[in-house]
């Protein structure tokens, strides 16, 4: 399948703000997904005018991660959001559409991934825990329920890969 990235993303190609573009995530690894997962590795020196660019734009059909240059260190190090390890796996197999993909260099072994997922299984927890005290369970967390679900059977199995657990559906 090929992916038409936004123009914005296009515009800030040629001002030379961007290293690469990745896309990753479900609609790497199947036919059908909700929406096209793709992560933008800005220079260092560009991040504030690349979001001054694309600040109230809309990128209707993506969920866009912004990295700088500067974050994509070691496994260990990495951290986006209460992602880490585990989402660099995923941006090193994922496709790249822009660039080189400097994730590919980092070395991260099934420890370090199941580490991460800890560690975001305990983010998730917490905000769970939060909801206890409003009247209804957000959308979100329900939605993340089942990503929870797999992530958690991942640290449980050792045959499992990474990220393919997370296209576990019901029937398999």
């Known amino acids: 399948m090929i992916i038409k990235t936004p123009k914005i993303l296009n515009d800030l190609i040629n001002l030379d703000y961007i290293i690469s573009i990745i896309q990753f995530g479900s609609s790497v690894r199947?036919?059908?997904?909700?929406?096209?997962?793709?992560?933008?590795?800005?220079?260092?020196?560009?991040?504030?005018?690349?979001?001054?660019?694309?600040?109230?734009?809309?990128?209707?059909?993506?969920?866009?991660?912004?990295?700088?240059?500067?974050?994509?260190?070691?496994?260990?190090?990495?951290?986006?959001?209460n992602h880490g390890a585990h989402f660099?796996?995923?941006?090193?197999?994922?496709?790249?559409?822009?660039?080189?993909?400097?994730?590919?260099?980092?070395?991260?072994?099934?420890?370090?991934?199941?580490?991460?997922?800890?560690?975001?299984?305990?983010?998730?927890?917490?905000?769970?825990r939060k909801t206890i005290f409003k009247s209804a369970i957000q959308k979100s967390i329900k939605e993340r329920w089942p990503k929870f679900l797999r992530l958690s059977l991942y640290l449980l199995d050792s045959n499992l890969k990474y990220p393919e657990v997370l296209d576990i559906t019901k029937k398999g």
């Open 88 to 128: 660099a796996y995923s941006l090193k197999k994922g496709k790249t559409l822009y660039g080189i993909n400097p994730f590919s260099k980092l070395l991260i072994n099934k420890k370090q991934i199941q580490n991460s997922i800890i560690t975001r299984l305990y983010d998730y927890m917490y905000d769970v």
């Open 30 to 81: 199947k036919n059908t997904y909700k929406d096209i997962d793709i992560a933008v590795i800005i220079k260092q020196s560009c991040y504030e005018k690349f979001i001054k660019q694309i600040y109230g734009k809309k990128f209707i059909g993506f969920d866009i991660s912004i990295i700088k240059e500067k974050e994509i260190r070691k496994p260990k190090k990495f951290r986006f959001g």
